[in-house]
């Protein structure tokens, strides 16, 4: 079964400081991955995914991500923190589910909390 | 446009309630789906359309019926709920099932 891990529940950063948001995974096969970011009260927005190709992903709102196989690791990245990036960070991966349909498997989820 | 439209944004209902949630995109995307998301929880899938069929049901319970009338809209009609029902429903598209899934701000159903 594919599954994705995100090892803390909560992550506290000071603004302009780089952060992590860590992610694992376990797939048969390649691994498609994604991250998600939801605001309070909101639907989750797209940042960033991984197919194939190089392993640093860019995304949205200057988001990256390191996809690692040797550690199957999907860390999500940014090099400076702002306030407003404080919200519930999912990674999630992409697993087949017969007939022709995929569907997603979401970590728990990681709640990024920027301190000014 | 990567634009998802959910309606409404709230409701309120109780148990003997018929309801309906709708979903609608614009983006030639041929799958869509429908999550229910408990707080600070990771959407939990319900159901998924590919070309208008219903091609996964996640043992979701019968007051819960989904209804794709074309490739653009996505319901979910709801009858008899219980209160443990109350959660965000989101509802989602993608290319074909097999790339990104771009989600709708959810109806937040509170079932009294």
């Known amino acids: 079964a594919q599954s994705v891990a995100q090892p803390e529940d909560q992550v506290n950063v000071a603004e302009g400081n780089p952060l992590t948001v860590k992610c694992t995974y376990s797939v048969s096969g390649n691994p498609y991955l994604f991250w998600y970011v939801q605001y309070p009260n909101r639907g989750l927005q797209f940042l960033l995914k991984?197919?194939?190709?190089?392993?640093l992903v860019k995304g949205s709102y200057g988001f990256e991500a390191e996809f690692n196989k040797s550690q199957t690791s999907f860390h999500l990245k940014k090099p400076s923190a702002l306030v407003s990036d404080s919200a519930l960070y999912f990674c999630a991966v992409r697993a087949y589910s017969g007939a022709g349909s995929y569907q997603l498997t979401f970590g728990k989820g990681t709640k990024l909390s920027v301190i000014p | 446009d990567t634009e998802v439209t959910q309606t409404p944004k709230h409701l309120v209902m109780g148990m003997t309630n018929k309801k309906s949630l709708k979903c609608e995109q614009h983006?030639?995307?041929?799958?869509m789906y429908w999550y229910k998301q408990k707080a600070k929880k990771p959407p939990e899938l319900m159901f998924v359309y590919s070309y208008e069929k219903l091609s996964i049901n996640e043992s979701v319970p019968s007051r819960f019926s989904p209804e794709c009338p074309n490739s653009s809209l996505l319901n979910l009609h709801l009858h008899a709920l219980q209160p443990e029902d109350s959660a965000l429903y989101l509802c989602?598209?993608?290319?074909?099932?097999?790339?990104?899934?771009?989600f709708g701000p959810g109806t937040r159903l509170l079932v009294l």
């Open positions: 983006m030639g995307h041929r799958a």
């Open positions: 991984y197919i194939t190709g190089d392993n």
């Open positions: 989602a598209s993608s290319q074909a099932g097999t790339e990104t899934q771009y």
